[in-house]
């Protein structure tokens, strides 16, 4: 079984500019279904992966790095209103 840290990488990995995923599809995409949570700990202390790109469910950013994900999410062109991605549907 691969190690949960590089099976996420290696999803976050794969997205491109204007991707937007939720934390529980990058869960479920590297072999981890329901461990959404886990997904969200990990990119606490991992900047070596486009983290910008991972949302809630509901399109919400993530608590206390809303400015800083909301300036990268459109710089790729993404839709941000009020901390949340517009139009959001994982």
Same mark, same amino acid.
């Given at each position: 079984m691969k190690d949960f840290a590089a099976a996420v990488t290696e999803v976050l990995r /794969?997205?491109?500019p204007g991707d937007v995923v939720s934390y529980g599809e990058v869960a479920a995409e590297a072999g981890f279904p329901g461990a959404a949570r886990a997904v969200g700990n990990l990119l606490k202390d991992l900047d070596t992966v486009p983290w910008w790109r991972v949302v809630t469910t509901t399109g919400r950013l993530a608590p206390g790095h809303e400015r800083e994900q909301g300036e990268r999410l459109r710089s790729?062109?993404?839709? $941000? $209103? /009020?901390g949340r991605v517009a139009r959001f549907d994982p």
């Open positions: /794969a997205t491109g790729e062109g993404v839709r $941000v $209103v /009020a």
